[in-house]
């Protein structure tokens, strides 16, 4: 590891409501190497979408702030791309013409159009979808269209990727492939990552530290989990490795020892991801507004 160029410090947040403020986050503190892959893992409703919008600029901390590389972070920028669970491509571009938008917004004056060109084919390699360039995203499956989010978000170089849950809603199968994709592509390119993420399996597989994150209201950071497994990492290897189910047996530990969910589970459901009665909660009221400022900045 480099020195650390992202910095979380003190960050608080409060968002309004009929009865008051409601304080999402309490005094989080992150320092994150250049190159590092993060994961934030934690219960429904502990603010790790929170932290991530506070990162990207589409939040502003109440108190504390995101410093990256020596400049206050309090907008978007190209310089930290965003990979939602939902993909966010325009269903009326093809593959090519999303990841273009992009690529044109960064590089429209430091790249010719043969430049660009040769830019977009590259990222599009990258994630192993050339051969559809020029399909439509209802032509591709969920799986292609999650690649091509990603190769969106690496055409515009950013030093930093956040992914909030980007394989949430892909099939097992999918979702093994594209992890073994972003492990592969992160080797080669060096990019910071912080990662959102309900698996703990993925958690441990990518990550170099998994922050564990307390429950809300005003959740921080209860423990970091520094994960020593060599690189690259081979999963089936990995399933019988002791060191592998020690880390997935510490953040499990957290997870349901030491950061109970006090409630019920809905009936017929397993308990597994319980949810606040309350629902999601104010920190999610502003998820619509959120995502179309992210799809403006990628675009």
Same mark, same amino acid.
């Not at 901390?61 to 939902?86: C, H, K, M, S, Y």
């Not at 491509?89 to 093809?94: D, K």
């Not at 809603?169 to 093994?176: H, K, V």
């Not at 189910?245 to 006090?262: A, D, I, S, W």
């Given at each position: 590891?480099?020195?650390?160029?992202?910095?979380?410090?003190?960050?608080?947040?409060?968002?309004?409501?009929?009865?008051?403020?409601?304080?999402?986050?309490? =005094?989080?503190?992150?320092?994150?190497?250049?190159?590092?892959?993060?994961?934030?893992?934690?219960?429904?409703?502990?603010?790790?979408?929170?932290?991530?919008?506070?990162?990207?600029?589409?939040?502003?901390?109440?108190?504390?702030?995101?410093?990256?590389?020596?400049?206050?972070?309090?907008?978007?920028?190209?310089?930290? @791309?965003?990979?939602?669970?939902?993909?966010?491509?325009?269903?009326?571009?093809?593959?090519?013409?999303?990841?273009? +938008?992009?690529?044109?917004?960064?590089?429209?004056?430091?790249?010719?159009?043969?430049? /660009?060109?040769?830019?977009?084919?590259?990222?599009?390699?990258?994630?192993?979808?050339?051969?559809?360039?020029?399909?439509?995203?209802?032509?591709?499956?969920?799986?292609?269209?999650?690649?091509?989010?990603?190769?969106?978000?690496?055409?515009?170089?950013?030093?930093?990727? +956040? /992914? =909030?849950?980007?394989?949430?809603?892909?099939?097992?199968?999918?979702?093994?492939? +594209?992890?073994?994709?972003?492990?592969?592509?992160?080797?080669?390119?060096?990019?910071?990552?912080? /990662?959102?993420?309900?698996?703990?399996?993925?958690?441990? +597989?990518?990550?170099?530290?998994?922050?564990? /994150?307390?429950?809300?209201?005003?959740?921080?950071?209860?423990?970091?989990?520094?994960?020593?497994?060599?690189?690259?990492?081979?999963?089936?290897?990995?399933? =019988?490795?002791? @060191?592998?189910?020690?880390?997935?047996?510490?953040?499990?530990?957290?997870?349901?020892?030491?950061?109970?969910?006090?409630?019920?589970?809905?009936?017929?459901?397993?308990?597994?991801?319980?949810?606040?009665?309350?629902?999601?909660?104010?920190?999610?009221?502003?998820?619509?507004?959120?995502?179309?400022?992210?799809?403006?900045?990628?675009?």
């Amino acid at each position: 590891m480099s020195e650390s160029h992202l910095e979380l410090s003190g960050v608080d947040i409060e968002f309004p409501t009929p009865k008051g403020p409601f304080k999402a986050l309490d =005094d989080i503190n992150l320092l994150v190497d250049r190159g590092e892959f993060v994961s934030l893992i934690g219960h429904s409703g502990c603010g790790k979408s929170t932290v991530m919008n506070i990162v990207a600029g589409l939040h502003q901390a109440t108190r504390g702030g995101v410093i990256l590389d020596g400049r206050e972070v309090d907008q978007p920028g190209p310089e930290r @791309a965003v990979v939602f669970q939902n993909h966010s491509l325009l269903p009326w571009l093809s593959v090519y013409q999303n990841v273009e +938008l992009a690529v044109k917004r960064v590089f429209r004056k430091s790249k010719s159009r043969a430049e /660009m060109r040769e830019w977009i084919d590259h990222n599009l390699a990258l994630v192993h979808m050339e051969h559809a360039a020029h399909k439509r995203p209802d032509e591709i499956s969920g799986g292609m269209k999650q690649r091509v989010g990603i190769a969106r978000a690496l055409a515009m170089q950013p030093k930093v990727l +956040l /992914m =909030d849950e980007p394989f949430g809603a892909l099939d097992a199968l999918t979702r093994a492939h +594209l992890q073994d994709s972003l492990m592969a592509i992160q080797a080669d390119l060096g990019n910071t990552v912080i /990662m959102i993420t309900h698996d703990v399996d993925e958690a441990v +597989l990518l990550s170099d530290r998994i922050v564990m /994150m307390t429950n809300g209201p005003a959740a921080t950071i209860g423990e970091i989990l520094s994960v020593d497994l060599p690189r690259p990492r081979d999963r089936l290897a990995l399933a =019988d490795d002791p @060191a592998y189910n020690h880390y997935r047996h510490e953040v499990l530990t957290f997870l349901y020892e030491k950061q109970k969910k006090v409630e019920s589970a809905p009936a017929g459901g397993t308990g597994a991801r319980q949810t606040s009665p309350a629902g999601p909660g104010p920190a999610r009221a502003a998820s619509d507004e959120t995502r179309r400022r992210a799809r403006e900045t990628t675009a």
